[in-house]
């Protein structure tokens, strides 16, 4: 019944949005409390004797328009239409409407979870909370030990107002190199009154088909001089996802074949076999033909919650204002997943005597077999296929608390005194494990049709009987990744006269920041592997299940519905990854603690006076930092190679300037001008790394460089913004920004025997049968290191106005909108076989934003299209020797909401995410050309995330 209520009630919701004229005529004018809740906004258009009131989502447009306007640098902001009312459900989600902020989803919840801007990696921005450097990760990140934020930890209520600084100022903290956001929580003197704000909702996913209630409530009330605000949230989401992985691309047995591998993996078809039947192919073009790494389909179901607290004492008098600002947040993600399908990667039969599927035995033997001339896939049937099903279960948490205490001392009409001590924590874990079992020997039929989200798979064999499986693995893990960080930073502002009319505002400061990050990584598989020996082959099987343990998956219909696995229950009560990695599983070769102190000092004024008859805003400052940093992990050492305990240290210093300027052309044109120097460290991923082998399948390592040099850049910035009506702006921006000492990574080919490693890092295909490693086998390894000098350079175009000029009732409409367009840039060049150089964008080339909204009287409406262009995935920016550039596909997503304000104290609510039910996938491109785009035939990940609605209250009491 809920399902048919919700199904109902969003195309409802959506016409809505187009029949302004209908639903004003029964319209009644707002309550004049609602009106005079919100304080006047005023704007240069204004006429001085009107009074000028907006509310809601128009109310936290303009204001947010009136700080870009008295910004002297590049500057947007968001914010929140009342205290505890921010107008997106997640913060990232907010950021993507802003000129040059592309939003990273949680592949998981399909959240909002992580930002880059202007072309530049996630890791290249930096975000504050109230001016103090913070860091937070999550689900798919914890243990990647990047730099970033990840703000699907927190409830949008919690935070006020955010700023998203574009050009560099000397008062910022360095680092950002592509932008800075900092987040701001509220204080009571925001809204020196009694305010208690609450809301109840109901979340309905559409695929999952689960309904979690969310709920928030807020009071903040002053007293005099005194205020305390309190805000608790909490929210509560189960996402099912579905649809088809080939895990690492496509590869042909040709390339395969070789040494070093040419291509994402190895592969080599039985040709020899006397059952290979070719048809009317020759070998050389069925060898030459692509097949996919792994041919399955994916199924998983997410379940998260989210719950977060926001405080804030204050105590404010016309010269003193102090404040203890505290935050606490805590996200829990379960996720269970299901696998199944055919394994190609690491196949070949070099001895037919060995049982069917074993290695050495597990050649693909093309029987009946078709290629795609357009796109030159193979497909058909294949013997002696290897099937291989796994249920594989995560548990995620993070917890974040932070902690601040403000003080502002007007010691005199021109000069404020200000200090800040803060400190923050977040801890993130990650226990997950995988159980699988094969069936060997099939012979099975494969075919995309023209569906490659679900594509078909058949066999004589049944998947679904537990005796046709065996060869039974178990592989665990755990990691736990620490962000400690403190800060302390006190700051002068002095105004003072300058001649012909000119004034000043000096600000000065000195700051000290520390942070440490820790990753802690533990790999428990030998101790759950002897669980699973002790079990055996019959007892696992035994423990099997055709019912699958996640409900209300899609499959298309060619794939197989069921087959045989196991549930949850089974999985933690024999292998619960939090029991089966305890401390002695710890994995030296991938932890780490890495401690950067950074003291700082800056200085920068402002300067505004008139020149030609028009104001003029001038911002010039400089900012000193020097970094020092300390580094703990683990070598192998001596003959014997055994992990011991290693300590380096480094240091360096870096001088910023900033220049930035503000021109009223006219009374409704600015135009804006910046220049300064920003640096961004280096991931420390990849300075702590060690040397491994990332995947035991491929004959590739990676290794880490501690002496890099953090990145700089010299960024230029300059924009013409016409606010042409009250609440409207017309605006474009060129910026280039010229980076030089970038993190480039490096590839060369070494023998195994010079890395150090185990033979075990690898896998059986490259043992031995005594299990030994060829020392000269040839390995690819990849090392960073500072080089070169880069340019990257895009515009930006923005749009907003409401449409008050409208006669009723369609003056309550209004529109925003966005556009950036990055010129090619990537750290690598991308060049073919035959030679020729590609352009390729690692972020996307372009990415916009359109809103249009409507509010009049009680009513309220909002429809928002986000689409970014597709982009270079991150394990692909060289050419691997098969011609197959990996892309990000180019994705958007349409999301709604309609409310109705029966009250100040009580608004109806209803929201839908996701309307256009995006397929989010990645594809390989041809970059010969002569096999297609790939777009949609060769995908590597193609999945469907379904829609999400949400009906609830909320108001003000």
Known sequence: ???????????????????????????????????????????????????????????????????????????????????????????????????????????????????SIRGLPTEYSVTTLNGAPVNTTSTATIGSAARGFNYDVFASELFGRVDFYKSPLAELTEGGLGGIVDLQTPRPFDNPKRTIRYGITDTYNTTSKHNDPNGFALYSNTWDQLGFLIGVSHSGSINTRSGFEATGGYNSSFNGSQNPVKGNFALALDFNSPLANLGGYTRDQVAKAFLPRIYRFYGSQNERTRDGLVSSVQWKTPTLNVSLDTMYSKLENTRAEQLFGIL?????????????????????????????????????????????????????????????????????????LSSQVSLNQSTATSATGQLSGYIYGATSTIDYGSDHVYPSISSPTSYTDPNNWSGFTIGTGWTKETDKGKQARATADLDYDLPAG??????????????????????????????????????????????????????????????????????????????????????????????????????????????????????????????????????????????????????????LPAVSAAFDVADDLIWRASWGKTITRASLSIIAAQTVIPNQFDNSATSG???????????????????????????????????????????????????????????????????????????????????????????????????????????????????????????????????????VNSVPKYAYSTTVYYEQGPWAMRMSWNYKDKSLHQDSPRNLGDDLIRWHAGRGYLDANISYKISDKLELRLDALNLSNTLAYDYFEDASGQYGSGKKTRMDYAKYDGRTIKIGIRGKL
């Not at 906004?41 to 009074?51: A, E, F, V, Y």
């Not at 640098?73 to 907010?94: C, L, M, Q, T």
């Not at 996640?550 to 009560?573: E, K, Q, R």
């Not at 029991?579 to 890495?594: G, R, V």
């Open 705 to 839: 460089n501690p002496g890099l040099r953090p990145q700089q850049s010299k960024n230029l910035d300059t924009s013409l913004e016409w606010y042409f009506k009250p609440g409207s702006m017309l605006s474009a921006a060129v910026f280039q920004k010229k980076l030089t000492d970038a993190t480039v990574a490096n590839t060369r080919i070494v023998p195994f025997s010079s890395l150090g490693l185990p033979d075990t890092a690898l896998g059986p295909l490259f043992q031995d049968a005594n299990g030994h490693v060829d020392p000269n086998l040839a390995m690819t390894l990849r090392t960073y290191t500072n080089a070169g000098e880069q340019t990257l350079k895009g515009y930006e175009l923005a749009y907003q106005q409401a449409f008050s000029f409208l006669p009723a009732p369609w003056n309550g409409l209004g529109a925003l909108a966005s556009y950036t367009h990055i010129n090619p840039f990537n750290s690598v060049p991308w060049v073919t076989n035959a030679g020729k150089v590609i352009n």
């Open 344 to 416: 190609i990667r690491s196949t070949a039969t070099t001895n037919r005597n060995l049982p069917a599927g074993a290695t050495g035995n597990n050649g693909l033997i093309p029987l009946n077999v078709s290629i795609d001339p357009s796109t030159n896939l193979l497909t058909g049937t294949f013997g002696n296929t290897t099937y291989n099903g796994g249920a594989a279960y995560t548990e995620d948490e993070t917890k974040f608390g932070y902690g601040a205490l403000n003080a502002s001392w007007k010691a005199s009409p021109k000069l404020t």
């Open 502 to 655: 000119w004034t000043g505002h000096l600000k000065t400061g000195l700051s000290y920041v520390a942070t440490i990050k820790g990753v802690n990584k533990r790999n428990g598989t030998a101790l759950a592997t002897a669980k699973l020996n002790s079990i055996g082959a019959a007892g696992l099987r035994s423990a099997m299940t055709s019912q699958l343990p996640i409900d209300h998956l899609d499959f298309g219909a060619g794939w197989p519905h069921s087959w045989a696995t196991w549930n949850s229950s089974y999985f933690y009560s024999q292998f619960d990854p939090n029991a089966y990695n305890p401390e002695s599983t710890f994995t030296p070769s991938q932890s780490f603690a890495a401690e950067e102190d950074v003291k700082t000092a800056f200085v920068q004024s402002d300067f505004k006076g008139e020149v030609l008859g028009r104001e003029l805003r001038l911002n010039a400052g400089v900012r000193y930092s020097r970094t020092e940093t300390k580094i703990d992990n683990f070598k192998q050492q001596g003959t014997s190679l055994i992990y011991s305990p290693n300590h380096e240290d480094g240091e360096y210093s870096n001088v």
């Open 1 to 115: 019944m809920k399902k048919k209520i919700l199904e109902t009630m969003v195309p409802l919701a959506l016409a809505a949005m187009y029949a302004p004229a209908a639903l004003a005529q029964d319209a009644q004018p707002a309550p004049t409390t609602a009106a005079a809740s919100e304080p006047p906004l005023p704007s240069p258009n204004d006429d001085p004797g009107t009074t000028v009131v907006v509310t809601g989502f128009r109310s936290s447009l303009q204001k947010a328009l009136n700080l870009k306007q008295q910004a002297i640098g590049v500057r947007d902001s968001i914010v929140a239409e009342d205290i505890g009312k921010f107008p997106e459900a997640n913060v990232a989600e907010s950021l993507q409407r802003v000129p040059g902020v592309i939003l990273n989803r949680d592949e998981s919840s399909g959240e909002g979870q992580r930002i």
